[in-house]
């Protein structure tokens, strides 16, 4: 999956920097268990697949989300537990499926880019809001450490979900904006525990990473567009 050439030097270079970051930070600041770094690295990696349209990268993110749901129980972030655990994975899952029944060109390592139409938008908006009070009812009956970081950290996750499984390029930017959520409610924790700054890196990588995919989709779209005649992927503005 990963043969000779498949990445670019640019793509390597992010990758290495990223990992780098994420042990730094961890033989810095510590982070009680081998399992944020391993978190990290395995996050960093599917967000690298995730911006080639591979859907290995959902299945590693699936196994992030996993990772990081134990993570966050032992910080007493049940929000980010409730939504990793039980909106990211199985949508992960989801999108894991889509994206293997909707290889590009009978590529399985690329993904055909989706349009979604203006009437989903608005279908998508009723839905984030919808999910987003739900899970803030819940959070609030759980009396969740930083109710207000945590339910925006829902509905951004919900938002990149879905995009995700309906293989939209606004995914990486939905999740962008996931990131710099979690940036801060990390920092936030890390004011108690300087443990939790290695994972603020690690989302400062993501957020990195996620901006790259969102440009490496638009190419994509393009590039697909181009190939498949009569047929347009990316409307040019």
Known sequence: MSKKGYFSTGEKLLWSISAAAVLL???LFGGGTLLTPVASLVGVTSLIYNAKGNPFGQLLMVLFSLMY???SWQE??????ITYLGMTMPMAVFALISWLRNPFGGNRAEVTVNRIRRGEWGLLCLLTLAVTVLFFLILRAFETQQLFFSSLSVTTS???VYLTWR???????????????????WCLAAVHDQS????VVCFAAFLANDIYGYLSWRRMAKRQAAAVEGVTVWPEK
């Open 167 to 185: 293989r939209s390029p606004f995914f990486a930017v939905a999740y962008a904006a996931n990131d710099a959520v979690l940036i801060v409610l």
């Open 76 to 81: 007493r972030y049940y929000g980010e537990m």
């Open 69 to 71: 749901g134990v993570i």
């Open 25 to 27: 930070s961890f033989a």
């Open 196 to 199: 939790c700054l290695s994972v």
């Open 158 to 160: 919900f938002l990149a």
